[in-house]
Every structure is written in C-alpha cells, then in structure tokens.
C-alpha cells in the first residue's frame, strides 16, 4: 500500500527558516509534491521532486532522497503569511496520495 | 482561465436528501479528481477521472456516492442519501495528465453539512 507521514505541526519565528518533513511507502514511485492550505482555502501547488536533490523555488525548496523514501520542504525568510497547512503527496502509476498535513504556526 | 470552478460553495441539507456537487475543469485539462476534506480524515482521494473516464474510484465510500463526467468541461458528485457523516469539504481538481498528475489545480470546494 501507500503511506506518508509528516508532522503534524511546526512552529517558527518569523524571519527564520523551517524543515517539513515527509517519509513515504509506496511502490511505483514516480514523484513527491507539496501543496500548500490555508485556513478556509484550497490546496495549493507548491513543487515537484522526481530526482534527487533539491529544487528551488524563490523562498521555498523542496528535496527528495528516493533511496531513503524521504523528502522535504525547506521554507526561508519566513513570513506571516506563510503560517499554512503544508502537505506532501506522493504519486504512482495508480494514484495520488496526500499526506495528513503539517501545520506550521509562525510567531512574530 | 477562470480555475476549476465548484458549484455550489456552500450546502446545508437534512440526512436523508440528495445532495449533488458540480464541477468544472480548467480547459484542457484531462485529469479530475474530486476529494474529501475533514479534520479527522485529511484529504482523501475519492475518485480519479481521466479523458472522462473513471480510472480509480476505490475511495468512494460507499455506494450511497457516485460521481459521472458526462464531457470534458463538467463533472457531478452525487450523495443519495446523505448522512450527518458525510459533512465535510469536497474539493474537485484538474490536472494535465501528459505533464504528470502531480500538479493538481483545485476549486474553491463545497462546503457540505448535513444536518
């Protein structure tokens, strides 16, 4: 079957940076992704890993290790604004899945 | 392009009633997807549309849920009857299959209480 697991909440400093983690079980593994939720509103896409390493996007960075099933989300300069659910979801052949969400609270 | 767009935003009915969400895709997207959303559960995949037809539905519930995609631009999750339980945000959203269904563009959602 297919599993993630994440942490389920985060809090940080604004100005800082923040590590959200993501391990995953799934067979077929084709990709990791990361969307972003605030409160009220709908998933939002964030990024993609296929390969190893890390991608960047401006403030926000996301890794994948595909030997070790791991992943993560790697948010600089954090603002207010980005006091968010932050989810992982990992695609197969099959499917999509989404992990529960971690949610991160950041404090002035 | 407007989004996905969800209809109706916001549903308050009685157990027992019929209830039907509505959706449409971003144009030119061939995958859609149509999730559930509670505190207790997360966000749970319910069924997967691709070129219109269903390809995985085993997150359906139950049989009391069924869902169509009659075209490419339209889609319907149908509840009948529906049950306190089922209260919950639904959420619809297309993708582009040939780039990878990873990036996944979501509606506003439906807010649905079932009294």
């Known amino acids: 079957g297919q599993s993630l697991e994440q942490p389920s909440e985060v809090t940080a400093v604004e100005g800082a940076i923040v590590q959200i983690n993501c391990t995953y079980q799934t067979s077929g593994f084709y990709g990791l992704s990361w969307y972003q939720q605030h409160d009220g509103g709908a998933p939002t896409f964030l990024s993609y890993?296929?390969?190893?390493g890390l991608e960047e996007t401006g403030r926000f960075s996301s890794f994948l290790s595909r030997s070790d099933s791991y992943g993560y989300l790697l948010l600089q300069e954090l603002q207010m604004k980005d006091s968010a659910s932050y989810f992982c979801?990992?695609?197969?052949?099959?499917?999509?899945?989404f992990g529960s969400g971690t949610r991160l609270s950041i404090r002035p | 392009d407007a989004g996905v767009i969800q209809s109706p935003r916001h549903e308050v009915t009685e157990m027992g009633q019929e209830v039907t969400l509505r959706c449409k895709p971003i144009?030119?997207?061939?995958?859609l997807f149509w999730y559930r959303q509670t505190m207790m559960r997360g966000l749970e995949l319910l069924i997967y549309?691709?070129?219109?037809?269903?390809?995985?539905d085993s997150g359906m519930p139950e049989d009391r849920f069924s869902a169509k995609m009659p075209n490419a631009s339209f889609s319907t999750l149908k509840i009948q009857p529906s049950e306190p339980r089922d209260s919950a945000v639904y959420f619809c959203?297309?993708?582009?299959?040939?780039?990878?269904?990873?990036?996944?563009?979501f509606g506003p959602g439906t807010r649905l209480t079932v009294t």
């Open positions: 959203a297309s993708s582009y299959k040939s780039t990878g269904d990873y990036e996944q563009y």
């Open positions: 144009s030119g997207h061939n995958s």
């Open positions: 549309f691709n070129n219109n037809v269903p390809i995985d």
């Open positions: 890993n296929a390969l190893d």
């Open positions: 979801a990992v695609s197969s052949a099959s499917k999509i899945i």
